[in-house]
């Protein structure tokens, strides 16, 4: 990918650089690659129960012999996109049916399941010109029979307030309550700012405990999908084309400075997007620190004059109670079987989890 690419794609939150990255560092055990349309893409084996609804998938690994027919469940599989943006991307140049009949063509055929990647549906974080281009291929895509799936829900918050009191005083009685108990910690914790590129970060001990600092927050997840290298971070940490900000909270009750966690942020138009985190537990729970850099972040942007706080895809539920609105993304699923197709069709519900759970917090 040349440096100037990236910026031909629609549906770009991000720095663009950062597209590049994936091709470069990819995650483990995923291989990366081009397309012949200039669209990412990445093959790796997925296992099918990585984004079920979590009370379908308890009852599908209690079932007998789980251990021994689950292998049927993971699938080689390509898709169309990456792990680092919020959304795919696509190139601007392309018509629906261009992108559409080459998936079919190239790789439709050699794996068991071809996926767009969270492709945006009706986003208001984006130009109406992609949200179009987005609902043509979808359109196109399950008339030539692609399994359209929810996606996952992307949690924003528009720095519409004048102050920090006024975002709390939006939030129900007992979250703001509860709000308020959680940020008595706050005085405990030093903030440190490091802009990407500033020489700590050619520091390779300090990377060394930044990235098992992510490690720690990815071993705790729910979902284990997309292991990033620790060359990814160094060398997203030394990009000087990639503007954005590490959040350092220390702990300053002890002796000595304790760094409980991190939280690495970029910004484009105008916009704070919420990347990666790493915590050192216990320590950054006892401390609140999920919630306290919550309002960190805001209190950042509306310092800064941006206009929105893109806070991610975890957590959607949490997200909701803090006042954040959810704009969900869709996955267009090519099943090479016919019988396959059929049978997983009628499951798609099963697999829209997340857009159960924002209804649910509403």
């Known amino acids: ?65 789980f251990s021994a027919w689950s292998r049927l469940l993971r699938m080689r599989t390509c898709f ?53 281009f987005a609902d043509a291929l979808a359109a196109l895509a399950v ?36 709000m308020r108990r959680k940020l008595r910690k706050r005085p405990e914790l030093a903030v440190e700012i490091l802009s990407i590129g500033e020489p700590r970060f050619f520091d390779f001990v300090f990377l060394d405990q930044l990235y098992a600092m992510y490690l720690a927050v990815f071993a705790q997840s729910e979902i284990h999908f997309d292991l990033l290298s620790r060359e990814f971070f160094a060398t997203l940490l030394q990009r000087h084309d990639i503007e954005g900000v590490v959040f350092l909270y220390w702990h300053e009750k002890t002796n000595a400075k304790r760094l409980a966690g991190y939280n690495i942020c970029l ?15 216990p320590l950054a729970r006892e401390l609140n620190l999920y919630f306290i850099s919550w309002m960190y972040n805001l209190e950042f942007a509306l310092e800064r004059g941006l206009h929105t706080y893109i ?20 996955h267009l699923v090519w099943v ?14 099963f697999f829209e989890s997340d857009g159960q759970v924002v209804r649910g917090a509403a």
């Open 1 to 65: 990918m040349s440096p100037d690419s990236p910026a031909t794609f629609r549906n770009l939150l991000e720095p663009p650089a950062l597209a590049e990255l994936f091709i470069q560092h990819p995650p483990q055990g995923f291989t990366c690659r081009m397309d012949t349309l200039g669209l990412p893409v990445f093959s790796t084996t997925f296992d099918l129960l990585t984004t079920l609804e979590s009370g379908a998938r308890r009852r599908l690994t209690s079932l007998p012999l």
């Open 80 to 132: 169309v996109g990456t792990t680092l943006t919020e959304y795919a991307p696509l190139p601007q140049n392309l018509s629906p049916e261009t992108v559409i009949n080459n998936l079919l063509a190239e790789h439709g055929q050699g794996q068991t399941l071809t996926i767009v990647k969270d492709l945006p549906d009706r986003s208001p974080l984006l130009p109406k010109e992609d949200n179009d």
């Open 143 to 178: 008339n030539k029979g692609f399994i359209a799936v929810g996606g996952q829900a992307l949690a924003h918050v528009r720095i519409d307030f004048a102050d920090i009191g006024e975002y709390l005083g939006r939030l129900s009685a007992g979250r703001r309550k509860d």
């Open 267 to 281: 910004i484009e138009n105008k916009m704070l997007i919420d990347k990666y985190v790493g915590f050192t537990y």
């Open 311 to 330: 806070a991610g895809w975890t957590d959607p539920q949490v997200k909701a109670s803090l006042g954040a609105s959810f704009t969900f993304t869709r």
């Open 336 to 349: 090479r079987n016919p019988l396959l197709r059929s049978i997983l069709r009628p499951l798609r519900p």
